[in-house]
């Protein structure tokens, strides 16, 4: 996986369904499925290129949604056990 360089972030156009079953257990109170409003993280945070599938992937702290840059739609949405944390330059 690469950091992409990508400066135009799009508003996720749909899901798939895979997407669409994690936003429901998201709902349904799964808590490693919740990650807030998945604009946001598109919107605000990092973005990655998976270099197998060519899928974007945004990082906001412990929260990440999978995007297909071909359709722009949702593919998956996790958070993980722990936060994803860049060493700072001082």
Avoid: W
Wanted: glycine residues 4%.
């Amino acid at each position: 996986m690469c950091e992409s360089n990508e400066e135009e972030r799009k508003q996720i156009e749909g899901k798939t369904p895979h997407a669409e079953q994690r936003s429901q257990e998201a709902q349904d109170g799964t808590v490693t499925r919740q990650v807030g409003d998945v604009n946001r993280v598109v919107r605000e945070d990092r973005l990655f290129q998976d270099a197998e599938t060519g899928y974007y992937v945004y990082v906001k702290s412990d929260r990440v949604v999978i995007v297909d840059p071909a359709t722009n739609q949702q593919i998956t949405q996790f958070k993980n056990s722990r936060a994803n944390k860049y060493p700072k330059a001082h």
